[in-house]
């Protein structure tokens, strides 16, 4: 999967701050990136249990955004689309 943005040691969507808080909450014992592995397939879950969907965009090839079930598209396009579907379910927390 293309992790796009941020530093190489660091997935912009999910930064090395947010896992220690989780850790520091026994959250999750995880080292970083099988913390963000986790959190992904999470996200990506719940997003598409909460009817969301991810979009090709039509003007701009291997570029996706993810789609509310009201039909509302996202405003940030992702190179990804597992990046999109995590966009989704942060998205649906935010709610």
């Keep these: 999967m293309h992790l796009s ?3 190489r040691s ?6 090395r ?3 220690r808080q ?3 909450s026994d959250e999750t014992s995880k080292e970083y990136w099988g913390w963000v592995a986790d959190q992904l397939d999470e996200h990506i ?3 598409q249990q909460a009817g969301y ?3 090709d965009d039509p003007e701009q090839p291997g570029c ?3 789609q509310t079930p009201e039909g509302v598209i996202s405003d940030v396009s992702s190179k990804a689309a597992g990046e999109a ?3 989704a379910g942060l998205h649906l927390e935010e709610r």
């Excluded at 660091?10 to 930064?15: F, G, M, R, S, V």
């Design 22 to 24: 989780a850790v520091y």
């Design 5 to 7: 943005g941020g530093s």
């Design 53 to 55: 969907s991810v979009i």
């Design 85 to 87: 579907w995590c966009r």
């Design 45 to 47: 879950e719940k997003a």
């Design 64 to 66: 996706y955004w993810f």
């Design 10 to 15: 660091e997935y912009k969507l999910l930064t």
């Design 17 to 19: 701050a947010d896992w």
